[in-house]
């Protein structure tokens, strides 16, 4: 257990709408990380917050949005789903925001039908 | 997205066996990491190496930080079939003051008892 929580497990969805997933950090950790892991494309860095800041950029759709809340929390909104937006979504987290290992959460699901 | 190249794709061995797998890249990073994700979760921190040439073991796993930090190696030594799962290298290295990680495309490792 690596103390991060992501909700929920899984989540079916129908094309054209719009979810949210969360993620709770391990305690003390400022950073939120997101990342995408699908079949044909591995593993892909989207988004990273830092103490409710953003601070890095990655593959991230304008469609898909994310936020970092004070009490350091985090959502990916994901709007005008496709059907390619199926994937496995992570969040991790870190201590710092650079020169630190991360730490990944279980996933959640998203099938889009 | 960039990925980094990862070697090989999946192996099949018989327990007992050691097993090597490698990560390549056009890119230099200031670090190199590997993850172990088993099925239904997420990544989880094996191994950090932080300077070009470093060796660093943790229990049957030994790693390498590649002299021209654009590669790294992973070995494992007497597989046992918990060492089942994918593994993922990934690159690290700051860029304007944010920290660019990138995964590579991951080796599945099946052991035979």
């Known amino acids: 257990d690596s103390g991060v929580t992501q909700t929920p497990k899984h989540l079916i969805t129908a094309t054209g709408q719009r979810v949210t997933l969360r993620c709770s950090p391990r305690s003390g950790d400022l950073s939120v990380y997101w990342y995408q892991q699908s079949l044909d494309q591995g593993l892909q860095f989207l988004i990273q917050?830092?103490?409710?800041?953003?601070?890095a950029k990655g593959n991230i759709l304008e469609r898909f949005s994310a936020q970092q809340f004070p009490d350091l929390h985090s959502e990916l909104n994901l709007s005008s789903l496709e059907l390619g937006d199926s994937a496995l979504y992570f969040c991790?987290?870190?201590?710092?925001?650079?020169?630190?290992?991360?730490?990944f959460g279980p996933g959640t699901r998203l099938t889009v039908t | 997205g960039q990925q980094l190249n990862q070697s090989p794709q999946s192996m099949f061995i018989q327990e007992g066996e050691d097993v090597s797998m490698n990560c390549t890249s056009s890119?230099?990073?200031?670090?190199w990491l590997w993850y172990k994700q088993d099925p239904g979760e997420g990544p989880v921190l094996l191994i950090a190496?932080?300077?070009?040439?470093e060796l660093t073991s943790n229990g049957r796993l030994t790693a390498q930080f590649g002299i021209t930090r654009k590669d790294s190696f992973l070995n494992i030594s007497a597989s046992i079939p918990s060492d089942v799962g994918i593994y993922f290298c990934?690159?690290?290295?700051?860029?304007?003051?944010?920290?660019?990680?990138?995964f590579g495309t991951g080796t599945k490792l099946q052991v035979i008892p």
């Open positions: 917050y830092y103490n409710g800041e953003e601070r």
């Open positions: 990934a690159g690290r290295r700051n860029s304007g003051g944010y920290q660019k990680v990138t």
């Open positions: 190496l932080y300077k070009a040439g």
């Open positions: 890119s230099i990073f200031n670090t």
């Open positions: 991790a987290s870190s201590p710092g925001a650079v020169d630190d290992e991360q730490y």
